[in-house]
């Protein structure tokens, strides 16, 4: 008799310490039906019409209407896509909008024709509603209107406008504690929502003049000189991403990434990081500049020594890396060139560039969800 007593008193005491994960679990669930929760957890972007309702000709239509985008690209589409419509959604900023190309020479017109010709008997809606200056957290919002449209193709292109708007991500010890947890949880949404957030306007973007007189003036910027901000700014653009290749999949809407490619050779870094002093700041200038002079007067092998010792001496200092890239480039060995002209770029204490780390995450939003997103490694 003692025997099912014993059995009941441990079920008892089982079923007593999983009862709060069996309460979050409920709690959980019930959270996953309310609406709201699934927004930016990281900035409050006040609200913006990227798309307005129209009529044209009488025919129900949307219009790109924001103030970022592009007057002479403005596209006007049907509400109700045709039966033989083939309508297609390009998003992000002004290296998806093609700028500064003529309308005719940006990758998604390539494209247009590229679709008329393979399938003739479709009508391509090509529509590009990227935006000057807009980085992921603004793309995500004009995603989560356009997926409403019925198309048969997002395209995401976005990652070089990352620290462009003035904001400041909370740092707190509960915000440090929130960012150990998987972001798809609803607790840990409703949680994040009470932390402080940035507030941008949803009309204009917020900071930018000041960033770009910071780029006059070689001054860093925070988003990126502060290492937890600079984490933050990663964290945020990977939740972007990843909340628009989960929506689309949700959706069955077929989504492409695209890595995005940059200038290495011909851009010098905005601002480097020197953290030396004294007798190591005299060494790693003093080769720096040997190397420099040697580049100049075309003694590559000279050169290539010299600023091997300036990295060795200084490996934050983002232009030292561009100058060795050079130099490497000069004596034949480009793989070598090309990590330190990657280097150089994701040094840059005042990038207008897309990090590497932003790439990464495109590969690996990829990666882990085939046959429901498509890679386009425009990088590589």
């Known amino acids: 008799m003692a025997q099912p007593v014993g059995a009941r008193g441990v079920l008892i005491r089982v079923l007593t310490m999983l009862s709060p994960l069996v309460l979050l679990a409920v709690v959980e669930l019930g959270l996953r039906l309310a609406p709201g929760l699934d927004a930016d957890q990281r900035i409050d972007v006040g609200p913006f019409s990227q798309i307005e309702e129209v009529t044209v000709d009488g025919v129900p239509s949307y219009r790109i209407t924001h103030p970022s985008a592009y007057a002479d690209r403005t596209l006007t589409f049907a509400r109700d896509k045709a ?3 083939l309508r297609v959604f390009c998003l ?6 093609g700028w500064p190309h003529p309308p005719l020479e940006t990758y998604s017109a390539y494209l247009e024709r590229a679709l008329e010709k393979a399938y003739p008997d479709r009508r391509i809606e090509m529509i590009n509603a990227s935006a000057h200056g807009f980085a992921s957290y603004r793309v995500r919002a004009v995603f989560d209107r356009v997926v409403e449209f019925d198309p048969d193709l997002v395209i995401v292109y976005s990652g070089n406008n990352e620290f462009l708007e003035t904001r400041t991500y909370d740092t707190s010890a509960m915000a440090r504690l929130l960012d150990r947890f998987p972001v798809k949880l609803r607790l840990v949404s409703l949680a994040r929502r009470s932390l402080k957030r940035a507030v941008l306007s949803g009309s204009k973007l917020v900071g930018v003049s000041d960033v770009f007189w910071k780029k006059v003036k070689q001054q860093s910027l925070e988003l990126r000189s502060d290492p937890e901000q600079f984490a933050r700014v990663q964290a945020h653009y990977a939740e972007s991403m990843t909340h628009m290749a989960d929506a689309a999949a949700a959706r069955g ?5 695209l890595t995005v490619p940059t200038n290495l050779r011909d851009w010098l870094p905005n601002v480097s990081f020197d953290g030396l002093e004294g007798a190591a700041e005299t060494a790693w200038a003093e080769a720096l500049r040997q190397g420099r002079r040697a580049l100049l007067q075309r003694r590559w092998e000279e050169a290539r020594g ?10 934050e200092h983002a232009e030292t890396h561009f100058w060795y890239a050079q130099s490497l480039e000069r004596t034949g060995d480009a793989a070598g060139a090309l990590t330190q002209y990657r280097l150089a770029k994701d040094l840059d204490y005042n990038p207008f560039r897309a990090h590497s780390a932003f790439n990464a995450t495109v590969r690996e939003l990829a990666a882990a969800r085939p046959g429901r997103v498509v890679l386009v490694d425009a990088e590589r």
Do not use: F, K, T
Not at 92 to 97: C, N
Not at 253 to 257: E, N, S, Y
Not at 307 to 313: G, H
């Open 306 to 315: 010299a600023l091997e010792r300036a990295v060795a001496r200084n490996p």
């Open 83 to 85: 039966p033989d419509a």
């Open 253 to 257: 809407v077929p989504l492409a990434l």
């Open 92 to 97: 992000g900023g002004s290296a998806s909008a």
